[in-house]
């Protein structure tokens, strides 16, 4: 059974920092690329950002380069997104997903690429 628990989120003030984590199991996490997306209140659920089985290839949404950063450790099972500079239009729900495909495919914006999803967590930027 595959498991993707997302950790970190929270409430932090406009300009701040803060990482979300995703531990995943039961799945082969070397084998696969990992996205995070985010829903927003009232919005539909968007990506935000991917990174291929190795790491060494990542892709982001335009709103969030240069803020957000993509990583995994493939020895913990574990891909983190550090988030910087936040402002208040970050606020919504984060999901942490993962992919059969270990490399990014030209859908890997897409959700349907994505085989299993977490459960989401909260993360809130106050103005």
């Known amino acids: 059974q595959v498991q993707l628990v997302a950790s970190g989120g929270g409430l932090v003030q406009a300009g701040g920092s803060l990482r979300v984590s995703c531990a995943a199991s039961?799945?082969?996490?070397?084998?696969?690329?990992m996205g995070w997306f985010r829903q927003a209140p009232g919005k539909e659920r968007e990506f935000v950002a991917a990174?291929?089985?190795?790491?060494?290839?990542?892709s982001y949404t335009n709103s969030v380069k240069g803020r957000f950063t993509i990583s995994r450790d493939n020895g913990k099972n574990t891909v983190d997104l550090q988030m910087s500079s936040l402002r208040p239009e970050d606020t919504a729900v984060y999901y942490c997903?993962?992919?059969?495909?270990?490399?990014?495919?030209?859908?890997?914006?897409?959700?349907?690429?994505?085989?299993?999803w977490g459960q989401g967590i909260q993360v809130t930027v106050s103005s």
């Open positions: 039961g799945l082969r996490f070397r084998s696969s690329a």
């Open positions: 990174i291929n089985w190795s790491g060494d290839s990542t």
């Open positions: 997903a993962a992919s059969n495909r270990a490399y990014l495919s030209g859908s890997h914006k897409r959700e349907l690429t994505y085989d299993y």
